[in-house]
């Protein structure tokens, strides 16, 4: 058995969630969507993902195009589209969590995992407990039942990850509920190192300005974007209250036409990020393995093209803006690897117009299939 055969073969069968490294390293014949089979194996950037069981292989996406590299990093933070992880912490390996639980799993992948295959915002639940920042799905706030942990071996990842990648951009989106008095959090973001990364409040525009450039937060080493649902946390601590600066889709298909409670409605233009939750509602209601660390036949019924088009339709009939970050559960079960292929789409309608990102190297303009006309795209050669 050939060595990329091999490693499909193991991880589409038996460690599908954990072979990230290898997936991206194999070189076989097989292009995004063709079904591998014994005699060759998926090629660069590939890797082998099970549709519908596990003999039913094919090759998906494992990882976004980096518009900074394709274009350039010369444009402002918010002309860019962003793939971002609901609950990123929560993952069945338990990294984060001293009960050794498996409770309210939304991620297959750690956070290392999920920064190298692309995703650049985690959304993270935080509290007060024992003094320090933990991380929190669905528990008890009071007495940390069910909680996953502190998040400073979360914070040391992200801080590794941007140290290890010096031109590369990282957001939290951190639903809040930690004591501002207590500069709890920015004394964890000192622990972990993350501090000298932050960017600051001060350079945030206000009003539906645009950014600084990305080079220039690059340059500055300002590479850590981080927002707070806790609006007392930007006067007394400096971390940037959420909806001063952005709108937000109520999370689930079934609501997706609809703003996020605490957001101002989706055609607010005085607000210079999107953020665009995404999960199948119907699938979520019909399958009682949706948070399931052992059933791995669930990637077309979470991640799907429908993805896509579902973005197409709100750009259409709500917002006229296309979203900058984009969130999603379990970023590797995906069909054909949609939700890569929706951040190339998003960063090709910011960055050209085009369909896909990939595109954009061409040097002119796409004709899109949607009525793009309010959207202002920014082109350049390159």
């Not at 400073?152 to 951190?174: H, Q």
């Not at 500055?220 to 937000?248: C, D, H, P, T």
């Amino acid at each position: 058995m050939s060595y990329s055969r091999f490693v499909c073969f193991i991880v589409a069968s038996v460690f599908y969630n954990v072979i990230v490294s290898s997936i991206a390293s194999s070189n076989g014949e097989c292009q995004l969507k063709d079904k591998w089979g014994f005699d060759k194996g998926c090629d660069i950037g590939l890797y082998c993902s099970n549709s519908s069981n596990t003999f039913d292989q094919q090759c998906a996406k494992s990882v976004f195009s980096n518009p900074f590299k394709i274009v350039n990093n010369s444009l402002p933070f918010n002309k860019f589209a962003f793939l971002t992880s609901h609950n990123s912490y929560a993952t069945h390996t338990m990294s984060y969590s001293t009960k050794g639980g498996f409770y309210g799993d939304n991620e297959d992948t750690s956070i290392t995992q999920q920064l190298n295959s692309g995703v650049r915002a985690l959304m993270l639940n935080i509290f007060d407990y024992k003094g320090d920042v933990w991380l929190c799905h669905g528990c008890d706030y009071k007495t940390g039942l069910l909680s996953h942990g502190p998040a400073l071996g979360l914070f040391n990842e992200v801080e590794a990850f941007l140290t290890s990648n010096s031109y590369e951009i990282v957001t939290l989106i951190l639903e809040d509920r930690v004591d501002a008095e207590k500069n709890t959090l920015g004394k964890a973001f000192d622990a972990s190192g993350l501090t000298k990364y932050l960017f600051p409040l001060s350079k945030m525009p206000l009003y539906g300005e645009d950014w600084p450039l990305v080079k220039d937060m690059v340059i500055a080493n300002q590479r850590l974007v981080v927002f707070s649902s806790s609006k007392s946390k930007q006067e007394s601590e400096g971390i940037a209250y959420q909806w001063n600066f952005m709108v937000e889709y109520k999370f689930g298909s079934d609501g997706m036409h609809t703003n996020h409670g605490w957001s101002l409605k989706l055609n607010n233009t005085s607000k210079s990020l999107v953020l665009f939750n995404y999960a199948d509602s119907k699938q979520k209601k019909k399958n009682k393995n949706y948070h399931s660390t052992f059933d791995f036949t669930l990637p077309k019924e979470i991640n799907t093209k429908d993805l896509i088009s579902t973005i197409k339709m709100c750009y259409t009939s709500i917002s006229k803006r296309w979203p900058n970050f984009i969130a999603v559960d379990y970023g590797k079960r995906t069909d054909g690897g949609a939700v890569f292929e929706a951040v190339d789409f998003l960063n090709g309608k910011l960055l050209c117009g085009c369909e896909d990102v990939n595109s954009c190297q061409n040097g002119s303009l796409c004709t899109s299939d949607v009525d793009d006309e309010s959207q202002n795209h920014i082109w350049f050669n390159v």
